[in-house]
């Protein structure tokens, strides 16, 4: 039986990022190739039209350039998501792409906020925060992975420059902070070493018996473990028995 914590890659796990950014593309191809302009389905603060902009905002881009910087973090950080968080990968998508796009209603500046870089924010903050928090190795390595290749991000959840939805970007942050709080089960099983499970007895342990009472390593085997070792490996004895039957001439013993 699979074990469903175990990490395993699948085809779901790069097929349905691809099938996200090929949505946000083809919306940008339909304003280019027919010169149509969605602007006006973004995110506009506290107007009950804006609130549409929650659904369809994330796919209107500005310009080719603004489509590029969102492209290839929103693939890697949702296949990150997708690959480690198996469990709650939809919750953690679907529910941070709406209570982003609410929080930036709420918060923003009277203006369009378009863009897929609030979920960026938010699958950014959730990685990062919740590896941290799970302490099990291979989240805290992706956790240090988003750092390092995206920790700059930091910077621009702040108004620093009058044309970015700095809105959106830190309600991404915190949407992403409370999921990695609200979804405190980690989701990778927890490994115990032998020395670590109840039942565990020192006498036992192959390893440990290379060692002497002091702590010193023994380079040859203890006698008892090379007499468990040779019973193991010997060859069983054979034991060949000989039939044979009286000749009623001779009396001959033919073997």
């Known amino acids: 039986m699979s074990n469903k914590k175990a990490l395993h890659f699948s085809t779901d796990v790069i097929l349905y990022p691809l099938l996200f950014l090929f949505a946000i593309v083809m919306v940008f191809w339909l304003e280019s190739r027919f010169n149509w302009n969605f602007n006006y389905l973004g995110i506009y603060p506290r107007k009950i039209e804006g609130l ?120 991404g942050f915190i949407v992403g902070l409370l999921f990695a709080l609200l979804f405190n089960k980690n989701p990778l099983e927890d490994k115990k070493y032998e020395w670590e499970k109840e039942n565990y007895n020192p006498e036992e342990d192959a390893f440990l018996k290379h060692f002497d009472d002091e702590g010193n390593f023994i380079e040859n085997k203890p006698e008892k473990l090379k007499d468990e070792i040779k019973e193991e490996t010997s060859p069983r004895k054979i034991t060949i028995r000989y039939t044979y039957k009286k000749d009623s001439d001779s009396q001959k013993k033919d073997l």
């Open 52 to 171: 549409r902009g929650i659904i369809f905002g994330p796919f209107i881009h500005g310009d080719i350039k603004h489509l590029f910087n969102n492209s290839v973090p929103l693939v890697v950080l949702t296949t990150a998501l997708f690959y480690f968080y198996r469990e709650n990968r939809w919750k953690i998508l679907l529910y941070g792409f709406l209570l982003t796009g609410l929080f930036t209603w709420i918060i923003g500046r009277p203006s369009l906020h378009i863009g897929a870089s609030g979920v960026i924010y938010m699958l950014t903050s959730f990685l990062l925060f919740k590896g941290i928090f799970s302490k099990q190795y291979q989240l805290t390595a992706l956790s240090f992975a988003v750092i390092f290749i995206y920790g700059s991000f930091i910077w621009y959840i702040f108004p620093t420059d009058p044309k970015i939805s700095w809105e959106g970007h830190l309600s």
